[in-house]
C-alpha cells in the first residue's frame, strides 16, 4: 500500500481512538456506529468478498454473540470470557452450517442462508431459554460507554488489519481463486471446502464480538433487533456498493451506509424512504459498476490518467 | 385423518401456484427471481385495494390482478430482467442481488402507499365454512384452492398445446438448442417474466383472502415457494405440484400430530429447504428417476 | 505406477466409460488418443477425483485414488490441465502459477514459492507475461498457463488434455519439445491427443478409446497397426502416418 493511503488510515485510526476527548456524545456514537458497521462490512467480505460466497444470514452469528453475553452475564460471567465466547460458538455453528451449505453454489448458498437465519430467529422467538419474543436484558451497572467504544474501535481496526492480512496470504490467493474458478482451484490442489469454512469462521467470530458488543451498548436485546433479516441485508450492502473483494470497499460502504441512514432518518419526509435507497443502490450498483464506489473509482482514475 | 389430507390438499394449491411463478422464471432465465416475494405482496395489496374502493370481490377480482400483474412483470423485464438474463448454468449472483433490490423498492412503495399497517380483507363469506366429508373447510380456503387448481390447469395446457408453452419448455430445457430453432429469446423471457409475475400476483391476492398482511409479508412464503421447487425440481408442473404436496403435507401433519408450536412451523419450512437444497439438488422427481434406472440396467 | 481397473463412469443414460484397464509405468509418456465423445477427458476427471467413477477402481503407487477428492489427488501427485483453458482471469501469470505453488504437491510458501514460480514461468516461455492479468493473454499463452500451473504443483503425474489443440505446425513442435522436457524432468505424463502424429512423436505408449471402451493399448506402432484402431479413428490417414 501505497505511503499516503497508509498515514491516511493510521490518521483515521488516531483519530477515532482519541475522540472521546473532544467530542460530544452524539457523535461519539455516530462513531460507535460507523465503527459496527465497519466490521460486520469487513468480516462479510472476507467470505463474500474474497471468497465470492453471498451470506445473507449473518443477523445469525451477531445474535449469537449478542445472546451468549446477555445470557451469561446475567450469570455474572465476565465480558471478557463472554465476548470470545460468543466468537467461539458462533465459530462452531458456521462451519456446522457450512458443511452442508457449501456444497451449493452460487445464489442456492444464500438462499439457504436466508432460510438458516430465518430459521434461527423463529427458534429465538419462540424458546423460552432465549427469552421468547421479548427478549432479554443485561444485567445493570454493566454500561460503560468509553470501554464499549474503545473496543469497538479496536475491534474496527483489528478486523481491517486482518482483512489485509488474508488478502495478501496465501489463505487470501486460495479464496480469490475459488471465487473466480472454483473447480480450477480444486484442480491444482485447493480444498475449496476447507478454505470456505475457515473464511466463515473468522468472519463469524468477528461479527459474533461485535453482536457482544452491540448487547453491551445497548443494555437489551431482542429477537426482532438482532436477528433481524434487514440486519443481514444491511450487512450485504455495505461492501457491495463500496466494492466487494477489496479493503477499502467495506470501510467506504460502511461510511456511505451509516451516513444516509442518519440523514434520512433526520428528514422526517425521507424517514420511511431507506429501503428505497437501498434497493434503488443495489439495483444501480449490480447493473453499473459491480465492483462498487472503488470499481467506480479505479474506473475514474483511468480515464483521468489516460 | 381425513382432516388433515384436505387442509394439505387446500393449503398445497395455493403452494404450487405460489411457487410456479418462481419455477418458469427460473427456468426460462435462469434467474432466481427474489422480487417475487414483493410481487405476491403487491397482490395482496392490489386484491385489497380493488375490495376497498370497488367492493370488488377478491376472487372475482383476480381476473383483473392476473393481466394487470402480466404486464407488470413484462415491464420489470423491460427495465431490469433483460441486462441480467443468466448466460450460464448457474444463475449470478447480481442478478440475484438486483431482483434483491426490486423487493426492497416494491415494499418501500406498499409502506408509503399503505402504511405499514396490518391490512386484511373481509368479505361476507371470510368467516364462513362449509362441511366437505364431514370436516368444516373455510370458504376462502375452498375458494383459493379452486381457483389455485384453476390456475394450474390453465398453466398446463398453455404449456402443453399452445406454441408459446413449447417454446417456454424447450427454452428451459436447453436454451441454446432453442435458440438455434429460431425461437427469440427476449420474448420468450419477457412473457416468462409476465408470467411468473401474474402466477406470484394471483398468489398474493389469493393469500389475502386467507390472512391479515403488512408489507414485509412476502419473505417467509418466498422461502416455501423456493422449498417447493427445490423439491419438486423446476422442468415440471407436476414437480412443482408434487413439491407443493410434500411441504403442505409436512407442515398440515407437524400441527395435527405433533406439539411443535406453530411459530415454530417457518422454521420447519426452512430446515426442510436447507435440507432439499443440500441432499436433491435436483429436486425429488430426479430421485425417483435415478430408482427408475437403477432397476432397469439391472 | 498408476493402475487403472474396470473403470467406468454413467452419467444418467449415458455410459461415457466403460470398464477400462490400462497401466502406466513410471516415466511414461502414455498418449490416449480416440474419436470425439470417446470418453477421454472425463477418464482424466476420473483419474484425478474432479468425477467420482461409478465403479472400478484406480490406484496410485499402490494407494487407491478413485474415492479422492480433486484437491487430495493433487495433494498426492496427479494434476491435469483442461482442454478448455480456465485460468484465474483477475489474476497475474505469476499469481496464477503462486496458488498452485501453494497448495499443491509442493506445499511451498513465502519466497521458496516465488522462486519455484519464476523458474515454471521461464520454462514455459511466460517470464515476460508474469505480472499481466491472465484475461489479457493469447490462447497459446493460456494453454501454457495450464501447464506452468499444473507443473507448479510440483506432480509426479501429469495428464495433459489437449494441450496442442488450436497451436500451428511450429507451436506443436515447441509444445512436444516441452513435454520431453517434462519427461525428462521426472513426470510421468498421460496425454489426450487429437494430432496423432504428434502423439506417436513423444508416446512410448498409447491407449485408444472409442466409445468410453478401450480397443487397443500398446507401443505406437502396434496400435497403430491395429485394425480396430483404422477403422474406429484413423481411416484413410493410417499410411502417412507409417513413418517410424
Known amino acids: 500500500m501505497k505511503i499516503a493511503a497508509r498515514l491516511l488510515w493510521l490518521a483515521a485510526a488516531i483519530f477515532a481512538l482519541t475522540a472521546p476527548l473532544f467530542l460530544e456524545r452524539g457523535p461519539l456514537n455516530d462513531l460507535w456506529n460507523l465503527a459496527f458497521a465497519v466490521i460486520l462490512a469487513s468480516a462479510w467480505n472476507l467470505l463474500g468478498g474474497f471468497a465470492g460466497q453471498v451470506s445473507l444470514g449473518y443477523s445469525a452469528f451477531i445474535g449469537i454473540g449478542a445472546y451468549t453475553t446477555v445470557l451469561l452475564s446475567l450469570k455474572d460471567w465476565n465480558p471478557f470470557v463472554t465476548l470470545p465466547l460468543g466468537a467461539l460458538i458462533a465459530a462452531i455453528f458456521s462451519v456446522i452450517i457450512g458443511l452442508p451449505a457449501f456444497r451449493l453454489r452460487g445464489p442456492y448458498f444464500t438462499i439457504a442462508t436466508i432460510g438458516v437465519a430465518e430459521a434461527i430467529r423463529v427458534t429465538a422467538s419462540t424458546v423460552e431459554f432465549t427469552g421468547g419474543s421479548s427478549g432479554l436484558r443485561m444485567p445493570a451497572d454493566t454500561f460503560d460507554f468509553n470501554a464499549n467504544y474503545f473496543a469497538m474501535i479496536g475491534l474496527a481496526v483489528v478486523t481491517v488489519v486482518i482483512a489485509a492480512w488474508v488478502k495478501r496470504s496465501a489463505f487470501g490467493r486460495a479464496l480469490a481463486a475459488i471465487r473466480q474458478d472454483i473447480e480450477a482451484a480444486e484442480a491444482v490442489g485447493v480444498n475449496s471446502t476447507r478454505f470456505k469454512l475457515a473464511a466463515h469462521a473468522l468472519s463469524a467470530a468477528l461479527v459474533a464480538i461485535a453482536g457482544g458488543l452491540y448487547a453491551i451498548n445497548f443494555q437489551y436485546i431482542s429477537p426482532a433487533s438482532v436477528f433481524d433479516f434487514r440486519l443481514s441485508l444491511s450487512i450485504v450492502l455495505m461492501p457491495i456498493i463500496g466494492g466487494v473483494g477489496t479493503i477499502a470497499g467495506p470501510i467506504f460502504g460502511a461510511l456511505i451506509v451509516s451516513t444516509l441512514q442518519i440523514k434520512l432518518l433526520s428528514i422526517p419526509a425521507l424517514r420511511d424512504s431507506f429501503l428505497f435507497v437501498y434497493g434503488g443502490l443495489l439495483i444501480v450498483v449490480m447493473l453499473f459498476e459491480p465492483q462498487g464506489f472503488v470499481g467506480l473509482g479505479r474506473r475514474i482514475g483511468r480515464l483521468v490518467h489516460a | 385423518m381425513i382432516s388433515v389430507l384436505l387442509n394439505t390438499l387446500l393449503a398445497a394449491g395455493l403452494y404450487a401456484t405460489m411457487a410456479y411463478g418462481l419455477a418458469i422464471i427460473y427456468g426460462v432465465m435462469r434467474i432466481i427471481n427474489l422480487a417475487h416475494a414483493g410481487v405476491m405482496m403487491l397482490g395482496a395489496y392490489a386484491a385489497y385495494a380493488l375490495f376497498s374502493r370497488f367492493g370488488l370481490d377478491p376472487f372475482v377480482g383476480l381476473v383483473v390482478v392476473a393481466p394487470l400483474f402480466f404486464v407488470f412483470g413484462v415491464l420489470m423485464y423491460a427495465a431490469v430482467g433483460r441486462r441480467i438474463a443468466g448466460a450460464g448454468a448457474t444463475p449470478s449472483i447480481e442478478s440475484l442481488l438486483v431482483l434483491f433490490g426490486v423487493w426492497l423498492v416494491l415494499q418501500n412503495f406498499a409502506y408509503v402507499v399503505w402504511t405499514g399497517d396490518t391490512q386484511s380483507i373481509l368479505t361476507g363469506y371470510t368467516m364462513k365454512s362449509i362441511k366437505v366429508a364431514g370436516v368444516r373447510l373455510g370458504v376462502p380456503s375452498v375458494l383459493v384452492f379452486l381457483a389455485s387448481v384453476g390456475s394450474l390447469i390453465f398453466l398446463n395446457v398453455l404449456l402443453k398445446r399452445t406454441y408459446l408453452g413449447k417454446a417456454i419448455r424447450a427454452v428451459t430445457q436447453n436454451r441454446d438448442a432453442a435458440l438455434l430453432s429460431g425461437v427469440n429469446a427476449g420474448r420468450i423471457s419477457a412473457i416468462a417474466f409476465g408470467l411468473g409475475s401474474a402466477f406470484a400476483g394471483i398468489a398474493g391476492a389469493m393469500l389475502a383472502t386467507l390472512m391479515a398482511f403488512t408489507p414485509d409479508f412476502g419473505r417467509s412464503f418466498l422461502l416455501k415457494a423456493f422449498c417447493i421447487i427445490v423439491l419438486g425440481g423446476m422442468e415440471s408442473v407436476t414437480g412443482v405440484a408434487l413439491g407443493a404436496l410434500v411441504l403442505a403435507a409436512l407442515e398440515n401433519g407437524l400441527a395435527a400430530y405433533t406439539s411443535v408450536p406453530t411459530s415454530l412451523q417457518d422454521a420447519v419450512s426452512f430446515a426442510l429447504l436447507f435440507i432439499a437444497l443440500v441432499a436433491f439438488p435436483q429436486g425429488l422427481p430426479s430421485l425417483f428417476a435415478r430408482f427408475e434406472r437403477r432397476a432397469a440396467i439391472r | ?244
Open chain 3, 1 to 244: 505406477m498408476l493402475e487403472v481397473r474396470q473403470l467406468s463412469k454413467r452419467f444418467g443414460g449415458l455410459l461415457a466409460l466403460s470398464s477400462v484397464d490400462f497401466d502406466v509405468n513410471e516415466g511414461d509418456v502414455f498418449g490416449i488418443i480416440g474419436p470425439n465423445g470417446a470418453g477421454k477427458t472425463t477418464l482424466f476427471s476420473c483419474l484425478v477425483g474432479a468425477l467420482r467413477p461409478t465403479a472400478g477402481q484406480v490406484r496410485f503407487r499402490g494407494e487407491r485414488i478413485d474415492r479422492l477428492t480433486n484437491p487430495a489427488v493433487v495433494k498426492r501427485g496427479i494434476v491435469r490441465t483442461h482442454q478448455i483453458v480456465r485460468p484465474f482471469r483477475a489474476m497475474s501469470v505469476a499469481e496464477n502459477v503462486a496458488v498452485a505453488a501453494y497448495f499443491g504437491a509442493g506445499r511451498r510458501r513465502g519466497a521458496d514459492a516465488e522462486r519455484r514460480v519464476r523458474e515454471i514461468l521461464e520454462r514455459t516461455s511466460l517470464a515476460d507475461v508474469a505480472q499481466a492479468p491472465a484475461g489479457t493473454l493469447t490462447i497459446g499463452q493460456l494453454k501454457r498457463l495450464e501447464i506452468a500451473r499444473a507443473l507448479a504443483t510440483e506432480p509426479r503425474v501429469i495428464c495433459l488434455d489437449e494441450v496442442m489443440g488450436g497451436l500451428n505446425p511450429s507451436e506443436i513442435v515447441g509444445a512436444m519439445a516441452l513435454i520431453r522436457t517434462i519427461r525428462d524432468s521426472g513426470v510421468t505424463v498421460l496425454m489426450i491427443e487429437h494430432h496423432v502424429h504428434a502423439v506417436v512423436g513423444v508416446s512410448n505408449r498409447i491407449l485408444v478409446l472409442n466409445f468410453g471402451e478401450k480397443i487397443a493399448e500398446g507401443t505406437p506402432r502396434d496400435v497403430l497397426r491395429d485394425p480396430a484402431v483404422v477403422a474406429a479413428y484413423l481411416g484413410d490417414a493410417t499410411p502417412a502416418l507409417e513413418e517410424d
